[in-house]
């Protein structure tokens, strides 16, 4: 098991298009995928658009990234980075 | 579809927000959210409604598939991952668990099933302290409706094979998905009750020129599906049933106007001048540097608004380069890159050829760089937006002043300030800019003269302002609309059509007369951008309070032309002193109507 903690840069925090690039992102791994939010406590499965959604991630969030499999290390890697790259789109 | 019952010809007034005249068949978009009243099943039933579950869900699949399809061809890749949310949310493994759970083991309804589980998930979202998290239950709001609608089969599959041919689609409001829920080319005018003038659906509906009226309340009750009605998206008004005799007086104004247009060379640059020879000069309003050619076709002298926030939510976003990458830190998304801004501004002012361009920075809520908003909507149009926004946001704010000045190299770019209210946020803007010109003065970038900065007026405050805010103006830029609306603390679609929306309010009249005089004082240009300009009466009305910069979308040019070549300025102003001088708003249409009638001004001599 895999385990990161960063931060959410991106001024509008996990919005609706940050939470599906990120859903998209992380379903693509067979992992299992947990976020939580350290500032609320609020937990939720990383493939779970809804979920996502309401850990109400804003600018600033400290947001720790578990993955769980046999693709554990690409899935948290892909995911650091997508988060340092404030949601930019990847080509 | 034909409604038995003849009803009685009508007339509803609005507010015009895309211009031209339609007559077709209104058709009702249909409730959002459908009644049912099963709420039982039994045994025996679950596995025929478990299928009948998964079957709205793939049919819902479907239609959002092909609105996100239609979506990016509309408005870019980046504005369509609306759809792309709902689609994940149709997706979403909890979701579905939760539905077939109510299904199969509490012998729910699958309409109940999914009412309740989305209930679950909605109070959720209404629990968060983020009024921002909170309104993203929207969306999922919106796959339960969908859901629902295809298990209930309102509007089942295709709402294009049964619609009529001159389609007017009639609903409160109409959101992107809605509109991309029926064929664009199919819509042939719009009526809606609210959508403001920079709603996305009003931009589409302009440059699609699909007639668009706003303002009508009660539309459930005053129009139904299979009403013929006139749809006239220049004065703002609907006619249900039309009368033969309305019909033909339209149709006959319709070809009068086809054939003005035409006798206005296309071709014919430069300045007009008024029956008196005062010249008025002629900009375009514009958020495409698409339109600048042929405006500059039609006699506009330049770019006098270009909306910048049209940027921040159109997918413009232009790869960001490894040189820029400094910029990152403090850039927001994808949207924002500064890159991608230059791109646009440098375009923008390549294609002016030299010609003046003003770009206003960000003129947006904060909700609108989530959604896509646009300011002028009612729950926009106060708090935090304009220059507060942009100065609040520091690093959004550098990052467009970076790419203005740097694309200011390329032609005669101009900045204006929106929204601002006081000399502080002047001169608070104004250090930002300069603070940036330093920045880029170190890393090589040498400017040949400095960057005009404007004010760009319409909050009530920096017209009392005035004198001190052109201290720290190069130019100042009337937006008409927003002043009126603030002016008169009106502008609300019930406003519009109670009345107290009146651009020709003295209140309004006197504050257009003190822009005037003070920017010919203090030797600055005045600009006028607002929708004002686009009406012959009160292009006229501008003309005579002095007013010679006036700034308008790319169909009104040849039209304002017109009338400039009809006014005799001498006379124009004799009309606004006496206007001035009416107390009541009463007083005032009195005048107009008695003394500025069509044909009894700019008309007469436009011929």
């Known amino acids: 098991m895999l385990r990161k903690v960063i931060r959410v840069e991106n001024q509008l925090g ?42 109400a991630a804003s600018c600033g969030t400290e947001l720790q990234i578990t993955a769980e499999g046999t693709d554990e290390e690409a899935a948290i890697a892909e995911l650091v980075q997508l988060v340092q790259e404030n949601f930019q789109e990847q080509k | 579809m034909k409604r038995v019952r003849e009803s009685a010809s009508s007339k509803l007034c609005g507010i015009p927000l895309s211009p031209g005249i339609i007559v077709g068949t209104a058709y009702q978009a249909e409730p959002s ?40 061809n509309l408005v870019g890749k980046e504005r369509a991952y609306i759809a792309d949310v709902q689609l994940l949310i149709l997706e979403d493994q909890r ?4 539905i077939r759970d109510r299904i199969v083991r509490h012998l729910c309804s699958p309409e109940r099933a999914i009412r309740e589980a989305s209930e679950e998930w909605l109070s959720l979202f209404r629990s968060l302290q983020d009024p921002f998290f909170q309104e993203r239950g929207s969306e999922l709001k919106d796959v339960e409706d ?71 309340e009660d539309l459930a009750e005053q129009v139904h599906t299979g009403d013929t009605v006139l749809v006239d998206g220049c004065e703002g008004i609907v006619y249900r049933n039309p009368s033969h005799r309305e019909a033909r007086h339209y149709q006959s104004c319709q070809e009068k106007k086809q054939r003005s247009d035409t006798t206005v060379d296309d071709n014919d640059a430069g300045p007009s001048t008024t029956v008196d020879g005062r010249p008025v000069h002629l900009y375009l309003n514009t958020e495409t540097e698409s339109e600048v050619a042929s405006g500059l076709g039609q006699g506009a002298e330049g770019v006098g608004l270009f909306r910048s926030e049209f940027m921040f939510v159109k997918n413009t976003a232009a790869k960001p380069t490894a040189s820029r990458r400094r910029t990152r830190a403090t850039t927001p998304n994808a949207l924002l890159t500064e890159e991608a801004h230059f791109d646009v501004y440098r375009r923008l002012a390549l294609a002016a050829g030299g010609r003046l361009v003003i770009l206003r920075t960000l003129d947006t809520g904060e909700a609108g760089l989530i959604s896509g908003e646009q300011a ?13 926004l942009s100065l609040k946001h520091p690093e959004i704010f550098r990052l467009q002043l970076r790419a203005a000045l740097r694309a200011s190299q390329y032609g005669n770019l101009k900045i204006v300030f929106p929204m601002v209210a006081s000399v502080d946020e002047m001169i608070a803007g104004r250090q930002a800019a300069e603070e940036v010109r330093a920045e880029l003065q170190r890393e090589g970038i040498v400017f040949q003269q400095p960057v005009e900065i404007g004010v760009m007026l319409e909050v009530p405050a920096a017209i009392l302002m005035l004198d001190n805010i052109l201290n720290y103006a190069d130019f100042a830029a009337v937006g008409t609309n927003d002043l009126i609306q603030y002016t008169l ?25 003190k822009v005037a005089e003070a920017s010919l004082r203090a030797n600055k240009r005045a600009y006028i951008c607002g929708e004002l300009a686009s009406d012959p009466l009160y292009a006229y009305i501008l003309i005579g309070l ?7 979308h790319l169909r009104e040019l040849s039209s304002l032309k017109r009338v400039i070549r009809g006014t005799h300025y001498a006379e124009a102003q004799h009309h606004v002193d006496q206007l001035l001088a009416l107390p009541t708003v009463e007083a005032v249409n009195r005048f107009v109507a008695e003394n500025l009638a069509p044909g009894k001004t700019w008309e007469r001599r436009g011929e």
Not at chain 2, 39 to 52: A, M, N, S
Not at chain 2, 205 to 212: H, L, W
Not at chain 2, 489 to 504: H, K, N, T, Y
């Open chain 1, 14 to 55: 996990l919005h609706a298009r940050a939470a599906a690039r990120l859903v998209r992102t992380a379903s693509r791994f067979e992992s299992q995928i947990k976020l939580t939010s350290l500032n609320n406590a609020r937990e939720t499965d990383g493939k779970d658009i809804l979920g996502v959604m309401l850990l």
């Open chain 2, 33 to 72: 959210a459908p009644s049912f009243y099963r709420l039982r099943i039994t045994h025996e039933e679950v596995d025929q409604e478990l299928r009948r579950f998964e079957e709205a869900v793939a049919q819902s699949r479907n239609q959002l598939e092909s609105i996100k399809q239609r979506l990016e």
């Open chain 2, 95 to 98: 979701f579905r668990t939760e």
């Open chain 2, 146 to 216: 969908r859901l629902l609608a295809n298990l209930t089969e309102v509007n089942g599959n295709g709402k294009n094979g049964h619609l009529p041919d001159a389609l007017i689609l009639v609903a409160p409001e109409v959101t992107l998905s809605v509109l991309a829920d029926y064929q664009l080319e199919r819509i042939k005018g719009l009526v809606v009750t609210k959508a403001g003038t920079a709603s996305h659906v009003t931009i589409i509906a302009r440059s699609y020129q699909i007639p668009m009226v706003s303002g009508i």
């Open chain 2, 376 to 388: 002028g909507t009612d729950k926009a149009s106060l708090g935090l937006r304009g220059i507060r």
């Open chain 2, 489 to 513: 603390a009106a502008g609300r679609a019930d406003d519009v059509v109670a009345g107290r929306f009146s651009p020709l309010h003295p209140a309004v009249l006197l504050s257009l007369k």
């Open chain 2, 546 to 552: 002095g007013f010679q910069h006036l700034s308008l």
